[in-house]
């Protein structure tokens, strides 16, 4: 995400693709978890501990279901409440000539928005608290 936000080849598209794909990576790492016997954790172990008290990492995984499914199911539960989470600005200065740009995002969520790089380091940080409290990093 830094690099989007400092300046890269490819425009918006390529932008939105390494965004949401963040965002994914981010949510799914509790899957990996749960399936890595090493681990020693469980779902409900992730879901409790982690994601259910922290708002940056629920927001994170309405961002990575709607990317997935092209929109929050209505029929199931968002995790911030609000199935209209979404990415909803997207500023962009082009570098003339150099074939590269730099994009900032906003999120929306719960009649708030957030600036992405913010989240994804918070939620980077939440994860690493996590993982370090149970040695596993």
């Known amino acids: 995400m830094r690099t989007v936000y400092a300046g890269a080849p ?21 899957d990996w978890l749960a399936n890595d016997q090493a681990s020693g954790l469980l779902m409900t172990d992730v879901h409790a501990d982690l994601i259910d008290g922290s708002p940056t990492l629920q927001l994170c995984a309405d961002l990575a ?11 199931r539960r968002a995790q ?10 997207n500023d962009v200065v082009v570098f003339d000539g150099t074939g ?10 719960g009649g708030k928005t957030r600036d992405v790089l913010e989240v994804a380091e918070e939620a980077v940080n939440e994860w690493r608290g996590f993982l370090s409290s149970r040695n596993l990093i």
């Open 80 to 89: 911030t409440g609000d199935h209209s989470t979404t990415i909803a600005q």
């Open 65 to 75: 279901n709607g990317a997935k499914h092209f929109r929050l199911d209505p029929n």
């Open 10 to 30: 490819g425009g918006t598209d390529a932008a939105i693709d390494a965004l949401l794909s963040f965002f994914e990576t981010v949510h799914h790492l509790r």
């Open 100 to 109: 590269t740009s730099a994009h900032r995002f906003r999120t929306a969520s």
